[in-house]
């Protein structure tokens, strides 16, 4: 079945460190691929999405995720994470010009300051 | 604030009551979308409109869930008989074309505990 999986449910950082999010999505064709943020208490927020040229994508607040196809995988990176980052990321996709998106199960992040 | 409202934001009720949840899309998006969301997973797909036409539903909506969008504007989501397996959040979301590189926007969701 087409799906979308985030290898990690909980992560736990220090400020300062280098964050990186799996995701992986299960579909041989057209593919676009988006991540979202939900912070505590707030709705879900576009990060940055990918939908054609640059592999490399980069988003708000210091994000960037990279298509890599070969691999079926787009993850999410940071170089350096802040305590305001702490939140839940969804890594979503968008297949075959469906009109709906489908979510993996997320990423809790937690940064310790 | 011109984003995606939803309405109630809480609704405690009884199993086996009815309740509707609203959604008022961004004014000039054609798409409008219900998820579902569950503690510890992914939003899950319910339907989605193009304007007032229902165009998919998902194989979660059973049959005491009911959707209308009936001018293509706002949105109602109806669940009949409410069993304790429907606590969750209900997510509304809306666009434009979204295979054209628009973003869907989310609104806050509209709790649901089912006692």
């Known amino acids: 079945a087409q799906s979308v999986s985030q290898h990690n449910h909980h992560v736990i950082l220090s400020e300062a460190a280098s964050l990186e999010l799996g995701c992986n999505y299960s579909?041989?064709?057209?593919?676009?691929l988006f991540w979202y943020v939900q912070y505590p208490g707030q709705h879900l927020q576009l990060l940055l999405k990918y939908f054609s040229g640059d592999p490399l994508v980069k988003g708000i607040k210091g994000f960037e995720a990279e298509f890599i196809k070969s691999k079926f995988s787009f993850n999410l990176r940071k170089p350096s994470v802040q305590w305001s980052d702490t939140a839940e990321y969804f890594c979503?996709?968008?297949?075959?010009?469906?009109?709906?998106?489908?979510f993996g199960k997320g990423t809790r992040l937690h940064i310790l300051p | 604030d011109t984003g995606v409202s939803q309405d109630p934001r809480h609704k405690i009720t009884k199993r086996g009551q009815n309740v509707t949840f609203r959604c008022d899309p961004i004014s000039e998006h054609n798409r409008l979308y219900w998820y579902r969301q569950t503690l510890g997973q992914g939003p899950e797909f319910l339907t989605y409109f193009q304007n007032e036409a229902q165009l998919e539903k998902s194989r979660l909506l059973s049959d005491r869930f009911s959707a209308e969008r009936p001018k293509g504007s706002f949105s109602t989501l109806e669940i009949q008989r409410t069993e304790q397996g429907d606590s969750a959040m209900y997510l509304c979301?809306?666009?434009?074309?979204?295979?054209?590189?628009?973003?869907?926007?989310f609104g806050e969701g509209s709790w649901l505990t089912v006692v």
């Open positions: 979503a996709a968008l297949l075959n010009r469906d009109d709906k998106i489908i």
């Open positions: 979301a809306s666009s434009l074309d979204p295979n054209t590189g628009n973003t869907i926007y």
């Open positions: 579909y041989g064709g057209t593919v676009n």
